[in-house]
């Protein structure tokens, strides 16, 4: 079909943890001409996401040319601890964190150095005993060497031995990440592989339901710094989506402020974001992604983030009010999707205080999912037939049992999405305030009166104390986001102490999600600045996904490298690593000049796959020198490429993954022919991992 440009439109879609946003943009103008808000449904995100498509203009979608989503859904998997179960295999000797949180891993002999020469050799048998003991296990397996980033080797021979084996995905740390520090790589392998069946089963969603609809549009995804990329490509590399809904919230806010530099606190279902768009760019980390604790290699936008949304769950326990990590089904809500729920809460289970703790609530429920069981244990099969399809506290599930089931239990089978749980949330504590009550009213006083109990306070002064710790952390977190290195405890005793003044931000501070206006006057108490909720700011993220921009970053390192010997110092040659292999070559200078043109080559490469000639890109190139000595002649030189599309919504969003992985293919092959002993390389200049 062509369309006209003045009745064309753009869809953003954005799944969050609680709901899913869609807005139509019209081309010719740029405006806003509808949104639609919708649950997300849980645990698949099909039903959510074609009713919030439903409540757009139909005549409208009809001329919709390009479609692009971002997601909070890798994000909470992470935070919320919910991902798939993984092997992890790290080759060479690594300092491994005593709380890692990594439960099936093991370390191997093997690895490289920094010229990628083998410095031990591999020990294939220990992989091979460990992927045959845990294959039934899990659902994927990650694998991390030494100096894979300049020898891919160890990494490889592991991935076609598991392949072999048990024919499950494997993820290689060089393939997501060109800096150092294996153990990072072998982190951020870990949390792709754990991805990689929640963002196959959300990517094939979409992409379904625009096919339902007769819709043939240009299909993009965009990515935690801000850029887009075909869904495909998404789909392989999902933990570079894992901040893609932070980034739409940090676009949108700014598209719809106005301003081209602004803090923007982003408030969830699950989470809370902050994060800062300079001069109409996201600002980024080159330190990598940090998400629930984890520390990645993954390039995306600089932010904090905290396990506190509008759906997480609020418990009581030694007199204090305890806010997350998990996100629940607000009481209000689980009124409204199950009839019998008033009455199961009105029965007013009442816990022991001693016994109180995040799973032992009187305001506690859990509910099983539609999603099947698969290799459980004998306690988690106990403990699944207990559980209903209608909610029930934990004295229902055991109500003839004398000892209430392990934490552990209920854990692994919430991680396995086989239960869901309800609970009180801040939502709730909203409805009960009268400041958003889009649910049952009722369900959420009877909640906030049992938790209230427990404090020694009436119910609307537990719900105005929930408000205020919500405020309060929306404030720590970003003053930790602008105080960098500042621990959050110390800025919580700054609010917390007698000589209190609140702290002031010069830049204006937008607020993004549902009922965000009910903390803005709280968030004042605590933060002098310009503080203000735009219009269309229940849909920001669903904006933001059509703000993003084609780009393409590519590091390049010329490197010399010396004999060992320091009676005998010779040069033993220089060396191109690329993103597709190493060349050697006799003189520096014809190094540079190959470095710097094939890397805008590779740059015009992949955005010539996408549709985009080579004057519709602004390639930028940085040039760094490391040297020992000033005036001498550099031991290495860094190129970083950066390509750009010349336009603001990417237009021309990757029309197919086939194309792209046979042009870039085509490419290495061309590569490899220049040089018999290649290897897969990628840029860095430090010798140590």
Not at 500 to 526: M, N, S, T
Not at 645 to 652: D, G, I, M, R
């Amino acid at each position: 079909m062509v369309h006209n440009s003045k009745m064309a439109y753009d869809l953003g879609i954005d799944a969050g943890g609680t709901y899913t946003d869609s807005v139509l943009i019209r081309k010719s103008d740029g405006r806003v001409v509808c949104s639609n808000k919708s649950l997300t449904t849980y645990p698949d995100p099909l039903e959510g996401i074609k009713k919030s498509i439903d409540g757009l203009d139909p005549e409208k979608l009809k001329f919709v040319t390009v479609v692009s989503v971002s997601t909070t859904l890798a994000t909470n998997t992470i935070l919320e601890g919910t991902g798939y179960p993984v092997g992890l295999i790290l080759i060479g000797n690594y300092d491994i964190p005593e709380d890692s949180g990594i439960e099936n891993w093991i370390m191997v002999k093997g690895g490289h150095d920094s010229n990628g020469e083998e410095v031990t050799a591999l020990d294939l048998s220990a992989v091979e005993k460990f992927v045959l003991e845990i294959k039934n296990r899990v659902s994927a397996f990650a694998v991390s060497s030494y100096f894979s980033v300049r020898n891919p080797e160890h990494e490889l021979q592991v991935k076609t031995l598991i392949q072999e084996l048990t024919g499950l995905p494997v993820v290689c740390g060089h393939e997501l990440a060109q800096s150092l520090g294996a153990y990072e790589r072998g982190v951020t392998a870990y949390l792709n592989a754990q991805l990689l069946p929640v963002a196959e089963g959300f990517l094939k969603t979409v992409v379904s339901e625009i096919e339902r609809r007769d819709l043939n549009p240009r299909i993009a995804m965009l990515r935690c710094d801000g850029s887009v990329v075909s869904m495909l490509e998404a789909m392989k590399k999902p933990i570079e989506s894992v901040f893609s809904g932070p980034a739409a919230s940090l676009l949108g806010a700014s598209y719809l402020s106005g301003h081209e530099t602004c803090i923007v606190i982003d408030v969830g279902g699950t989470s809370t974001d902050v994060s800062l768009v300079h001069k109409g760019l996201p600002y980024l980390s080159e330190a990598g992604a940090v998400v629930g604790g984890w520390q990645t290699k993954v390039r995306a936008l600089r932010m904090e983030t905290s396990a506190m949304g509008g759906d997480s769950h609020i418990w009581v326990k030694s007199g204090d009010i305890h806010i997350g990590p998990r996100r629940v089904i607000p009481l209000c809500r689980a009124a409204v999707l199950y009839p019998d729920f008033i009455s199961t809460l009105k029965k007013r289970w009442i816990p022991d205080r001693l016994k109180l703790d995040e799973h032992i609530q009187a305001t506690k429920f859990f509910v099983r999912t539609e999603q099947k069981p698969v290799n459980l244990n004998r306690e988690e099969k106990e403990l699944l037939a207990l559980i209903r399809d209608e909610p029930l506290s934990l004295k229902d599930v055991y109500w003839d049992k004398n000892i209430l089931p392990s934490k552990r239990v209920m854990d692994s089978l919430i991680q396995k999405r086989l239960v869901q749980v309800i609970g009180f949330t801040p939502t709730d504590a909203l409805h009960v305030l009268g400041e958003y009550t889009e649910w049952n009213v009722e369900a959420s006083e009877i909640g906030a009166t049992l938790l209230a109990n427990f404090i020694g306070i009436d119910r609307h002064e537990f719900c105005f104390n929930v408000k205020r710790l919500f405020a309060k952390n929306m404030a720590r977190d970003l003053i930790a986001f602008l105080m960098e290195g500042v621990d959050r405890v110390e800025i919580e005793k700054m609010f917390d102490g007698n000589f209190f003044a609140r702290f002031k931000v010069d830049i204006p501070v937008v607020l993004l999600g549902g009922p965000v206006k009910a903390y803005v006057d709280e968030l004042k108490k605590l933060v002098d600045a310009e503080v203000f909720v735009p219009e269309y700011s229940e849909v920001g993220n669903a904006v933001g996904a059509l703000a993003g921009k084609g780009t393409k970053r590519i590091e390049i390192t010329v490197r010399t490298l010396y004999s060992e010997s320091k009676y005998d110092l010779k040069t033993k040659g220089i060396f191109v690593y690329t993103p597709v292999g190493r060349r050697h070559f006799i003189v520096r200078s014809e190094a540079l000049e190959f470095a710097e043109a094939f890397g805008r080559k590779l740059i015009l490469d992949y955005m010539a796959e996408s549709g985009l000639l080579p004057d519709q890109v602004t390639v930028s190139v940085q040039k760094k020198d490391i040297k020992v000595h000033a005036g001498e002649i550099p031991i290495e030189t860094r190129f970083i490429f950066e390509g750009v599309a010349n336009s603001n919504v990417y237009e021309k969003a990757l029309t197919g993954q086939r194309k792209k992985d046979e042009g870039f293919t085509e490419l290495t092959e061309q590569f490899h022919s220049l040089d018999c002993n290649s290897h897969r390389d990628l840029s860095i200049s430090e010798h140590y991992e």
